[in-house]
């Protein structure tokens, strides 16, 4: 199945791609933070949103 260059959110609500731009900027959007901050929050804590919210104190 090829990727869906449309698609507007997540594929897996659950889990970050920073290897997705459009990925990064939806997190960055709906986190409020830098694109810094996800990338480095993510290569801290894994990909899991709940465990990046929790790294960034969201």
Same mark, same amino acid.
């Given at each position: 199945?090829?990727?869906? $260059?449309?698609?507007?959110?997540?594929?897996?609500?659950?889990?970050?791609?920073?290897?997705?731009?459009?990925?990064?900027?939806?997190? =960055?959007?709906?986190? #409020?933070? =830098?694109?810094?901050? $996800?990338?480095?929050?993510?290569?801290?804590? #894994?990909?899991?949103?709940?465990d990046?919210?929790?790294? $960034?104190?969201?």
């Amino acid at each position: 199945m090829a990727d869906d $260059l449309d698609q507007k959110q997540p594929e897996d609500p659950t889990k970050i791609n920073v290897g997705q731009q459009w990925e990064i900027d939806y997190w =960055t959007e709906k986190l #409020g933070v =830098t694109e810094k901050q $996800l990338k480095d929050a993510v290569a801290k804590v #894994g990909v899991m949103v709940k465990d990046v919210k929790a790294e $960034l104190g969201i």
